[in-house]
């Protein structure tokens, strides 16, 4: 599954081509993703300008000139592929490897843009993502949208709001944090992440984190940040390897050079002075990394 930060790189990598080009054609190749495409999909967004390539949680959001926004989901295995004349390149930067393999060709844009026509192709081997289209102005009342939290970038997620969602819960800080109503978006990896930076333990009730009167302790404003700050810095950091086309076709190495606790148990910790060790525990059938010494 695509974290936010990846989501955000194919974005960032997609809007250039996509914005303000026509969709001329879309070519479905079959009926079909995790669910079925929607109805008389093609016939109602050809001819339509793209607006604007937009994003909520983990969901691109394709906004067309007459109020429809295409709403498409990575599932485990999406990818986009740009291919302008023989240029190809897949925007984002994934953890896993990506398939360029035509028979996992699904859904296509065929776009007309001022400097000639290119396409934009869906390719998902395993198919669990999807597509789906709706007004935009039902898009808050969406399902998969109704009860999402705030983005994790942007003021909107402070201490004081996690405060309100902690008070006198006995939830662990992992699961808390995974809760897709406290915070839109964010995931296994990100989670753990940011609760090393923000020196807490996965296992710490939230209650913990907030005084008798309902105000954030510092260790929450902390954590606060920790969440903005890993997930602003894991974007930019993808977004700079996107510009440098390091590797355009999925990097296996660079966000695991990112990671300060996931994924590294057994390994010494690097907060500074620690001198622990990271550990791997799991929590509601999910593994989490952590320094017990450091993290408490
Ligand atoms: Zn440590």
Redesign the pocket.
């Known amino acids: 599954m695509p974290e936010l930060p990846e989501v955000e790189t194919v974005r960032r990598g997609l809007a250039p081509t996509m914005e303000g080009a026509r969709l001329e054609r879309l070519e479905l190749r079959r009926p079909d993703l995790r669910f079925p495409l929607p109805r008389d999909f093609a016939a109602r967004v050809e001819g339509r300008r793209i607006e604007a390539l937009s994003r909520r949680a983990k969901y691109l959001l394709i906004d067309l000139e007459d109020g429809a926004t295409v709403i498409a989901h990575l599932g485990m295995s999406g990818s986009f592929r740009i291919e302008a004349g023989a240029a190809t390149d897949m925007p984002g930067v994934f953890h896993h490897e990506r398939s360029k393999d035509e028979k996992h060709d699904h859904v296509l844009f065929h776009l007309e843009r001022q400097d000639g026509p290119v396409r934009v192709i869906y390719n998902d081997p395993r198919r669990f993502g999807f597509m789906d289209l709706v007004h935009r102005a039902e898009l808050d009342d969406y399902p998969a949208f109704r009860d999402l939290g705030p983005e994790p970038v942007g003021n909107r997620l402070s201490a004081d709001y996690l405060a309100t969602r902690f008070a006198d819960r006995s939830q662990p800080l992992k699961s808390a944090l995974l809760d897709q109503k406290v915070i839109a978006g964010l995931g296994n990896i990100y989670v753990c992440e940011a609760l ?1 930076r923000a ?1 807490l333990s996965p296992t710490r009730k939230v209650s913990t984190l907030v005084t008798k009167t309902g105000k954030p302790k510092p260790e929450l404003t902390l954590l606060a940040s920790s969440i903005r700050e890993v997930i602003a810095d894991a974007i930019e950091a993808g977004g700079s390897s996107l510009r440098d086309h390091i590797q355009t076709d999925g990097t296996l190495g660079y966000f695991q050079h990112f990671f300060r606790a996931y994924d590294r148990e057994g390994r010494e ?3 500074d002075g ?5 550990e791997r525990i799991v929590q509601s059938g999910r593994s989490t990394f952590y ?5 408490k």
């Open positions: 090393w020196h910790c690097l907060t620690c001198g622990g060790t990271v320094c017990r010494r450091c993290q």
